[in-house]
Structure formats: C-alpha cells, structure tokens
C-alpha cells in the first residue's frame, strides 16, 4: 500500500495518525489503534474513489492483487465519507472535474 503527500484526514490526532500511516506503510493490523477507514483510489478502475475499513485491505487477496493508494483517512465511515465529498468538490473547484488522479497529481 502506498500513501499519497498530500493525505486528507479528518477526526484522527497527529499521533494516532503517525501510528497509522506506519501500520499502513508494514501493511500490518492496526491492533490496540481499533478501526480506521481509508479513502482510496478505485481499485480497478472503474469509479472515483472507494471507502475501505483499513483491515480489509489487509486480507491477502488485496495485497497480492491491487496496489491499493491511500489519499485520506477517518476515524469513522461518516467521516470518510465526506472526505469523498470534499476531495471531488476541490477537484472541481480546481478544474479538474472527474480527474481524481490528475488533480491529486498521480
């Protein structure tokens, strides 16, 4: 899994969200950290962005099939969810429409 610079977060302290990013960067369980979800890109192409609870990815047919990119992570599914909402607002504010991947730069 790989993360983008420029991470959207939202409802995760600065420490927490260190603890995390390492955990997601070994691919390793999250443990006493309870649940996070992630925001990624789509895993196969086909929508705008998904929504994941961060141990899902974890299960190996994830990890030997998609190379999953991370670009925000919440503390709750709501929160997520308007991550979601955000990153495509910005990106039409900005003039990029549907370009998810052109407006985040990758």
């Given at each position: ?49 998904e929504v994941y ?34 990153i495509i607002q ?17």
């Open positions: 899994m790989r993360i983008i610079d420029n991470l959207y977060t939202t409802g995760i302290k600065e420490k927490k969200l260190k603890k995390i990013k390492n955990k997601i960067h070994s691919n390793s369980k999250l443990g006493k950290l309870k649940r996070a979800y992630v925001v990624t890109l789509p895993l196969c192409k086909d929508g705008l962005l609870v961060y141990d899902q990815l974890l299960q190996p047919y994830y990890i030997s099939n998609f190379d999953v990119c991370v670009i925000g992570i919440a503390d709750t599914k709501e929160s997520a969810m308007g991550l979601v909402t955000d910005q990106s039409y504010d900005a003039g990029y429409g549907l370009d998810i991947c052109g407006f985040l730069g990758v």
